[in-house]
């Protein structure tokens, strides 16, 4: 049993804005095992890294993404004062991550999908492009982990990719706990969940620790409680603190 891996929850978002190039490449720079991103669809069909159905967040505009092309989306500030920033495309991203790679460091990525707006968008679009723009960066899917808490769009993959790791999300844990044993067999390899509800009934998750995604561990007890147990994978938006108190946490167990 390795070490959990640390992922850049939207890059090392606890210093950048989320899923900007400065958060994903300060997070290639403090080692973090893997980068998380969030994608959207665009009205000219382009996946874009966002986390929100609109941009009125993150950015400096307002509007849905659903009803932008990437070049209008393009035109608003994702970064901070002093220094602009336009939102990322899955393939910059992929780049950045394909540029990342080396002998000794193959930081991984963790997709999300978004449930989409409308039954008319959930047709497979994003889950195609998404293999349009995987296999245009050439990039090992190997290194590639397709999440979401949608099991239709982990469904609608699985059919065009199912070697693809896939990891089912979970918001509300007790009521997985209940569930179960009633899910549909084969919509992903591994479960995730929400640390908070995780370590609510631990005994349910710890027997399968090495297999889980774990999100979002900012706080130092959790960190080491998801070393301690042995989890697969754990989302931060602090990489380099993260990778700090699990190797503690490895060396003192």
């Avoid at 991103?37 to 000219?44: F, H, N, Q, V, Y």
């Avoid at 301690?228 to 490895?250: C, K, L, M, N, Q």
Wanted: with cysteine; aromatic share 8%.
């Amino acid at each position: 049993m390795g070490p959990v891996k640390i992922i850049a929850h939207r890059g090392a978002s606890g210093y950048h804005p989320e899923q900007t190039r400065d958060a994903y490449e300060t997070a290639v720079d403090q080692g973090a095992d893997g980068v998380e991103c969030d994608i959207r669809l665009t009205a000219d069909g382009q996946l874009v890294c966002i986390h929100d159905a609109t941009v009125d967040r993150v950015t400096d505009g307002t509007g849905q993404v659903n009803r932008m092309t990437l070049a209008q989306l393009r035109e608003f500030d994702a970064g901070r004062p002093g220094r602009p920033q336009s939102l990322l495309s899955l393939p910059e991203l992929l780049t950045l991550i394909g540029d990342a790679q080396t002998a000794d460091h193959r930081p991984e990525l963790f997709v999300e999908t978004k449930r989409l707006a409308t039954r008319g968008e959930r047709d497979g679009r994003l889950e195609a492009a998404l293999d349009r723009d995987l296999t245009a960066a050439g990039i090992d899917r190997n290194l590639v982990h397709l999440i979401s808490f949608d099991a239709g769009s982990l469904y609608r993959f699985r059919r065009i990719d199912p070697a693809l790791h896939r990891v089912w999300l979970r918001k509300e844990y007790p009521l997985w706990r209940r569930l179960r044993h009633v899910e549909p067999a084969g919509v992903a390899q591994s479960p995730g969940f929400a640390v908070t509800r995780a370590r609510t009934l631990p005994d349910a998750v710890t027997g399968d620790a090495a297999n889980t995604y774990l999100y979002t561990l900012n706080r130092d007890g959790d960190l080491r409680w998801a070393a301690r147990h042995g989890f697969g994978w754990a989302a931060t938006d602090y990489p380099d603190r993260a990778r700090r108190i699990v190797g503690e946490s490895v060396t003192y167990r």
